[in-house]
């Protein structure tokens, strides 16, 4: 089902690559005008929506700088004069075991994964109320819903989940819902270089394969979306069954099916 909204604005932040890209080049095809924001250079996909017959434009943003917000939602608001949607996706990770996780990178993974949301939300939350309400997306993981060995990428995604239903509480009065989705393993860079910890997880997922970036991507285009309209301070896990079923789809497999 395709959403055909050409009125619509959505700010799509680590949109220069990975999911992010893929949300941004699915949303401009669904008709909405896409801002990608990134530290990276998010030209070259602007260029692929403009080319596709998108409208899109980049706009520098490292998450973690409040003051660089107020710029990018400046040029949201001089460029398209409204805002309708904001998907947190930028993202890092750290597969770092406990005692090898030093003050530096909880710092920086704390900085991005959890301030980059809190200062975007603050700083779009007035243009977004100003257009007549909207959605935010705020892109979390499983890690965010179980134990996870890496202190830092779980304990930062746990705290985005909160501040989703933090935030959904104070927005609903401004018509603006918040929502947090939660990945599993999905095929992007994020993976890259970690085969055995992949080969070793997908033995845990009842689905029994990693998901695609596409999958994602439709759930954030549902929660923008009107046939999510209802939906407020929820969490969507993305995940093949892993959370829900991983650990005994894994007890019987090894068992052979004989219990
Ligand atoms: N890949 C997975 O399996 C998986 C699973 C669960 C959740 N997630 C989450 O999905 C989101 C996207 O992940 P991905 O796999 O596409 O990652 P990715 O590494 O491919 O892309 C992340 C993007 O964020 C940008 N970015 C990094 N730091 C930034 C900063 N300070 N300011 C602005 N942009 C910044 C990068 O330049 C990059 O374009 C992340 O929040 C990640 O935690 C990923």
């Not at 990770?93 to 975007?120: C, K, Q």
Request: glycine share 14%.
């Amino acid at each position: 089902m395709s959403e055909l909204r050409t009125d619509r604005v959505v700010l799509v932040t680590g949109a220069a690559g990975g999911m992010g890209a893929g949300h941004a080049r699915a949303l401009a095809a669904d008709g909405w005008r896409v801002a990608l924001a990134d530290v990276a250079d998010a030209g070259p996909v602007v260029e692929e929506i403009r080319a596709a017959g998108g409208t899109a434009s980049a706009h520098h943003l490292d998450v973690t700088e409040a003051k660089l917000w107020d710029r990018v939602v400046a040029e949201v608001t001089d460029q398209y004069g409204a805002l309708h949607g904001l998907v947190n996706n930028a993202g890092v990770s750290r597969r770092l075991r406990f005692m090898d996780t030093t003050h530096e990178v909880w710092h920086r993974v704390m900085a991005i994964n959890v301030d980059g949301p809190f200062y975007g939300i603050q700083a779009c939350a007035p243009l977004l109320r100003d257009s007549g309400g909207g959605s935010i997306v705020n892109i979390s993981s499983i890690a965010g819903q179980i134990g996870y060995f890496s202190p830092s990428y779980s304990t930062s995604k746990w705290a985005l989940r909160g501040l989703t239903k933090s935030a959904a509480g104070e927005l609903a009065a401004w018509g603006i819902r918040v929502n947090s989705v939660h990945p599993g393993l999905v095929e992007t860079p994020l993976l890259e270089g970690a085969d055995g910890f992949v080969d070793s997880a997908v033995a845990s997922i009842p689905a029994g394969r990693m998901g695609r970036p596409e999958e994602i991507t439709d759930v954030v285009r549902f929660l923008l979306g009107d046939g999510s309209r209802y939906m407020t301070g929820g969490e969507l896990t993305v995940d093949g069954g892993l959370v829900s079923n991983g650990l005994y789809h894994r007890i019987l497999t090894e068992m052979d099916g004989d219990l």
